[in-house]
C-alpha cells in the first residue's frame, strides 16, 4: 500500500469554463499564487460530435471551435506566458487521430483536432530560442470514456440517443500510462491507439490515396448505421 506524500495544500482544484476566455488569465494567476510556478499544462477539454455535415446547424461548428479550439489555445496563452518567463514548462494537449485523418459525421470535430495540430506545430517553432518548453500532442483513438455520451448533434439543444458499445476500445488507464509515458519521454507527437486504427494512421500520413479510398468504404457503412440507429 501507498501512502501519499501530498498534503492538502500541494493540491488545488479550480473551476474552468473554457469557453470562458475573460477568465482564464485569473485562473493561471491563482495556480501560480498558490505553487509559485506551473511546470506542466494539459489541456485537456473538448467535445465530440456525431452528425451529417448537411444536417447540422452552423452553430455547432461555433461552439465546437469555441471550446476545443479557441478555448484551449486562450489558455495556452497565458500558461506560455509563464513558461517563457521560466524558460521552462511542459504544454501537453489531447488532440485526437482525427487530427490526422478525416472522417464522417465528425467534420467539425475533426476540423478542431486539424487546427490543434497545426497550431501547436507552429507553436513549436516560435519556441526555439526555449529548448526547455516542450509542446507535446497526443493523439489518442478509441478511449474508453464519457465522451460518446456527451457529443454535439445536428443542433445544440440536442443529445445523442445511442452511445453504442465501447467494449471494443482502449481501456481509460492504458491511454493514460502510454500518455504519461510521452509525456516524460517530451515525444512531440504520440498516436496511441489499437489497431485497425493505428494503421489506418499510417496509411493516412504515408499512403494518402488508398487511405481516402478505404475511409470511403468504411465511411458508407458508418453512416448507414448511423442513420438507422445503430
Given at each position: 500500500l501507498e501512502i501519499s506524500s501530498l498534503s492538502e495544500n500541494d493540491i488545488l482544484v479550480l473551476r474552468l469554463d473554457l469557453t470562458d476566455r475573460s477568465s482564464h488569465e485569473a485562473a493561471t494567476n491563482s495556480v501560480l499564487k498558490h505553487f509559485g510556478k506551473i511546470d506542466i499544462l494539459v489541456n485537456n477539454g473538448g467535445r465530440s460530435q456525431r452528425s451529417l455535415f448537411v444536417d447540422t446547424n452552423l452553430d455547432v461548428y461555433n461552439a465546437i471551435i469555441e471550446l476545443n479550439y479557441l478555448g484551449t489555445i486562450s489558455l495556452t496563452k497565458y500558461v506560455l506566458n509563464h513558461m517563457v518567463q521560466r524558460k521552462k514548462g511542459k504544454i501537453v494537449t489531447v488532440s485526437s487521430v482525427m487530427g490526422i485523418m478525416g472522417?464522417?459525421?465528425?467534420?467539425?470535430?475533426?476540423?478542431?483536432?486539424?487546427?490543434?495540430?497545426?497550431?501547436?506545430?507552429?507553436?513549436?517553432?516560435?519556441?526555439?530560442?526555449?529548448?526547455?518548453?516542450?509542446?507535446?500532442?497526443?493523439?489518442?483513438?478509441?478511449?474508453?470514456?464519457?465522451?460518446?455520451?456527451?457529443?454535439?448533434?445536428?443542433?445544440?439543444?440536442?443529445?445523442?440517443?445511442?452511445?453504442?458499445?465501447?467494449?471494443?476500445?482502449?481501456?481509460?488507464?492504458?491511454?493514460?500510462?502510454?500518455?504519461?509515458?510521452?509525456?516524460?519521454?517530451?515525444?512531440?507527437?504520440?498516436?496511441?491507439?489499437?489497431?485497425?486504427?493505428?494503421?489506418?494512421?499510417?496509411?493516412?500520413?504515408?499512403?494518402?490515396?488508398?487511405?481516402?479510398?478505404?475511409?470511403?468504404?468504411?465511411?458508407?457503412?458508418?453512416?448507414?448505421?448511423?442513420?438507422?440507429?445503430?
Open positions: 472522417a464522417p459525421l465528425a467534420t467539425g470535430y475533426c476540423a478542431s483536432k486539424h487546427a490543434l495540430q497545426g497550431f501547436f506545430n507552429s507553436l513549436r517553432t516560435e519556441l526555439t530560442d526555449y529548448p526547455e518548453i516542450s509542446i507535446i500532442q497526443i493523439c489518442p483513438g478509441p478511449v474508453q470514456s464519457q465522451i460518446i455520451q456527451n457529443v454535439f448533434t445536428e443542433n445544440l439543444a440536442k443529445s445523442i440517443e445511442n452511445s453504442g458499445d465501447q467494449s471494443h476500445k482502449m481501456p481509460t488507464d492504458r491511454c493514460a500510462r502510454l500518455t504519461l509515458v510521452s509525456v516524460a519521454n517530451d515525444v512531440k507527437e504520440a498516436w496511441i491507439s489499437d489497431h485497425p486504427y493505428l494503421a489506418v494512421c499510417y496509411l493516412w500520413q504515408y499512403a494518402p490515396t488508398w487511405a481516402w479510398w478505404l475511409m470511403n468504404r468504411m465511411g458508407k457503412r458508418r453512416i448507414q448505421n448511423f442513420k438507422s440507429g445503430i
